[in-house]
DNA sequence: GAAGTGGATATACC
DNA sequence: ACTGGTATATCCACTTC
């Protein structure tokens, strides 16, 4: 049978002692097909250099002969072949090794210790990976494929037991064009009597789909709604959810937070209830994997828990607090979570049900409606890593960047370099920091007329230049190389351009395409997609090189391409200072007056400038601005590094650093300043500035400031018993857990300072939870919120706000007698 | 017990 | 532990006089 086919889910068997891999996808009519495949399995015994051909050949005959039997396995070394490979950029000789069945391999590996092997490499790679790059199925790409139907009797006749319209054994693989994919997906969220994994009922379950809304209960209300289904009790409730799941045949089913909340929270009521929550194709449970973090995967339906991906590929640009649902869905969707006050089931009566399952139907519409909106990126991460969506959704950007690195090794007859074990680990880890970018010093104080440049992917682009990598570093130092100095000492690296610098060059060739492409057709969302997978890619590649985990780790690669992007730009600021005055500078960018000068002289500068850069390396205009303030240090008088404010010629005002962006400071703090820097950007002076403060200094203390603008948020990072520091917020959770609201490491804590009837010697002591009664402590406010945001920006126009709170403080003494 | 200092902690910038 | 280093600022914990 031929059909055209989109892989989506990879799992595999074992089969006779062999590898299967099992495959499950669409083709373009919308069936649902499985495919297996078989697929050769090997890894690479590099040889020691200048290995004599006789004793290869001996030394391959006695490696034919290695058999291992484990767990019950009968494998052996299938075959072996001779191949001219490059590791890490040295040409090398290699055996492949074919081995029976990929989990031995590693068995297989740890006999040859033979003198003639110097290396054993690729075992590490995990089967999956293993197999899109050898049969090249990439994910989410379209295949015309055939092969016959697995029916019946047939070999694989058990395997074939599955919920799919057909089972193909493959033949042949063909990739073609690009079709439309529309997934079919269920977006789902439960509410249980506890948050603890299984330890309280479920009391319902929604799911959303493509037409579908609904919500499933066994709590019995007096109205009906037509969306909600009421069963008879949670056993039953697990059922339904599963004959749902079985009916609508999603491709996807989209949680949040479910990998570790609602997914686990499924599987452990169901053995509870001693139901099978029987989801997978082959009608499995869902299975859980427990590393740092749980992970639950099902049979033939790609599980994405979105939170996981909105924190690799988003979080580091959104403006969200937290990642919560509800801050993300307002930011990316405009809506948020409805409201609903939770209690115990048992408390909550019978005319309240209704807004329940409002909300826990709305809770899967807007992860539903999420999924939508970030697909497109999904997809292109899936094609762009060729890993599988499962994979990629979760993976961090390390995970990304070696992914990226794996399937494309081929091009350059690499053999993979293994994952660092334990010890390697821990020694990169002692290793400590290296020296790394340059920041300016600012000198404090109100400016107009600001042009910024900054670096187009300054690091990827350093490497790329300089060739930096593990593979193209070198011990000993000559002249023809690229070298630098560095706390390390000097470090140099071959001009022989290596595969972790070309592919980064391609990464960042390919992003430069497709934002160009773009341009000229900005709707094209799955373009913009791919762009940005690209410029992520290019982003991550610094610190992947100078991550302790990684494969290609090379601390000196790291340390060296902090050190010439920070030469380059500093040489760049002295040329800037030439014809212009640079006032502000971090990493890859750079703020400076353009004075007389007009903005096309200042653009025709930077393409002189740019004609003069290395290599890749390239400078862009990031912006020209009326205004930039830049503002002292709290202790001292030396300007502020990462703190200042530019107003665009938009009008649009860019805030960094201060007070006004953190969300550790109460929001009238953080209102306020944002206030007073936008008053002084527009007027180029801090006279109505002045006038708000002091309005704002009286409500606080008339008490006329809600409660709510008052409140403190500090993240607890870690459990409760291992703060050595105890902190107004650790007080805070300290209280929470006292009156029974559950405190988890990762929460953000909310509280406020109260007055206390003595003068308190610590700030902790005035800590109050948000519901908790009492007055808001007016010197604290004063004196730890207010003037602390705005002091440093009164003084830059010699103004000290301090005497300007105490002079009010003296008249409401004066004033307070009379009254 | 006030004052000064370093450490712990959180969060931001690029 | 799940990309890197640089930087500010607060509040506590401890030392010192």
């Known amino acids: 049978m031929e059909t055209d086919f989109i892989p ?45 051909d006789d004793k290869i050949k001996k030394l391959i005959e006695k490696v034919r002969k290695i058999k291992l039997d484990a767990k019950g396995r009968n494998t052996r070394v299938e075959d072996i072949e001779l191949h001219e490979k490059n590791f890490l950029g ?48 990439v994910p989410c790409n379209w295949y015309e494929i055939s ?94 959810f599963s004959e749902y799941v079985k009916k609508i045949s999603p491709d996807f089913l989209v949680g949040y937070f479910s990998d570790a909340f609602d997914l686990p929270y499924l599987k452990a009521r169901a053995e509870e209830n001693k139901v099978k929550l029987a989801l997978g194709l082959d009608s499995s449970e869902p299975r859980f994997s427990r590393g740092i973090e749980m992970i639950g995967k099902i049979k033939g339906i790609v599980h994405i828990d979105l939170l996981k991906f909105i924190r690799t590929a988003y979080s580091q640009y959104m403006q969200s607090e937290t990642l919560s649902l509800n801050d993300v869905a307002n930011e990316f969707l405009n809506e948020g979570k409805k409201i609903f006050k939770f209690r115990h089931s048992s408390k909550i009566l ?58 494309n090794l081929e091009k350059f007859n690499e053999i993979p370099e293994k994952k660092p074990v334990h010890d390697e680990i821990g020694g990169r880890m002692q290793m400590g920091k290296y020296e790394g970018a340059f920041v300016f010093e600012p000198i404090p104080g109100l400016y107009e007329n600001i042009g910024v440049f900054d670096f187009t992917s300054s690091y990827g682009s350093t490497i790329v230049t300089y060739n930096l990598s593990k593979s193209t570093f070198l011990e000993k130092h000559d002249k023809n190389q690229y070298s630098i100095e560095t706390q390390e000492g000097k470090l140099s690296f071959s001009k022989k351009p290596g595969f972790f610098p070309e592919m980064l060059k391609e990464i960042i060739e390919k992003r430069k395409q497709y934002k160009r492409e773009l341009k000229t057709n900005p709707d094209d969302v799955l373009k913009k997609a791919r762009s940005n997978a690209f410029k992520l890619l290019a982003n991550a590649s610094y610190g992947y090189q100078g991550f302790f985990g990684a494969r290609y780790y090379s601390r000196e690669a790291a340390a060296a391409t902090a050190a010439f992007a920070k030469k380059l730009i500093k040489e760049v600021i002295e040329k800037i200072n030439e014809e212009y005055k640079t006032i502000y500078s971090d990493t890859d960018s750079i703020a400076f007056l353009l004075n007389e000068k007009s903005e096309k002289q200042t653009l025709d500068f930077l393409k002189k400038l740019n004609s003069q850069l290395p290599g890749i390396m390239e400078l862009e205009l990031e912006g020209f601005f009326k205004r930039g303030l830049w503002v002292t240090k709290r202790t001292g008088t030396i300007g502020a590094k990462k703190k200042y404010a530019l107003l665009g010629k938009d009008g649009k005002v860019k805030i960094r650093g201060f007070e006004t962006v953190r969300r550790d400071w109460c929001a009238l703090a953080r209102k306020m300043q944002d206030r007073v820097l936008r008053l002084v950007l527009d007027d180029g002076n801090e006279k109505k500035a002045l006038e708000y403060v002091k309005e704002i200094i009286k409500k606080l203390k008339q008490r006329k400031i809600e409660k709510s603008d008052l409140i403190i948020k500090t993240q607890l990072k ?35 300072i109260a007055e206390t009837k ?47 709170i105490d002079e009010q403080k003296k008249n409401q003494n004066r004033l307070s007698k009379w009254m």
């Not at 495959?23 to 690479?44: A, M, P, Q």
């Not at 989990?103 to 297989?108: L, R, S, W, Y």
């Not at 042949?172 to 249980?192: H, L, M, V």
Request: net charge negative.
């Open 350 to 407: 019978d005319d309240e049900w209704e807004n329940y399952f409002e909300y826990n139907l709305h809770d899967s519409v807007l992860v539903f409606k999420l999924f939508e909106k970030i697909w497109p990126d999904i997809l292109e991460f899936s094609r762009v890593m060729q890993e599988p969506i499962f994979e990629v959704s979760r993976n961090g950007m390390s995970k990304n960047v070696e992914s990226y690195i794996l399937h």
């Open 758 to 804: 003595e003068k308190k010697k610590l700030i902790r002591e005035g800590v109050k939870l948000p519901d908790e009664k009492g007055e808001y402590d007016i010197e604290y406010y004063l004196g730890h919120q207010i003037l602390p945001a705005v002091e440093n920006i009164f003084q830059v126009f010699g103004i000290e706000i301090e005497n300007l």
């Open 90 to 137: 040295k040409k090398v000789r290699a055996l492949k090794i074919f081995a029976t069945n990929y989990k031995d391999m590693h068995g297989i590996a740890d006999e040859l210790g033979y003198d003639e092997i110097e290396k054993r490499r690729g075992y590490d790679l995990g089967f999956i990976t293993h197999y899109i790059i050898e049969k090249k199925l």
């Open 147 to 240: 092969g016959d139907l697995i029916v019946g009797q047939d070999e694989f006749a058990g395997i074939s037991n599955l919920d799919v319209d057909f089972c193909i054994k493959i033949d042949k693989i063909n990739k073609i064009d690009d079709k439309k994919f529309q997934p079919k997906i269920i977006a789902y969220d439960i509410e249980t009597d506890d948050i603890k994994i299984g330890k309280g009922e479920i009391l319902m379950i929604s799911l959303v789909s493509e037409n579908f809304k609904k919500v499933i209960t066994w709590k019995k209300t007096k109205k009906k709604h037509d969306y909600v289904e009421y069963v008879k009790d949670e056993s039953e409730l697990l059922e339904r």
């Open 8 to 52: 989506l889910d990879y799992d595999y068997f074992d089969f006779e002692g062999r590898n299967y891999a099992r495959i499950i996808g669409r083709n373009s009519k919308g069936k649902r097909i499985c495919l297996v495949d078989f697929c050769d399995v090997y890894f690479w015994a590099i040889l020691k250099d200048g290995t004599k």
């Open 718 to 752: 870690k459990s409760l018993e291992d703060y050595k520091a105890i902190s107004p917020h650790v007080i805070a959770a300290r209280k929470m857990i006292e009156s029974g609201i559950p405190v988890d490491e990762g929460n953000l804590i909310e509280y406020y």
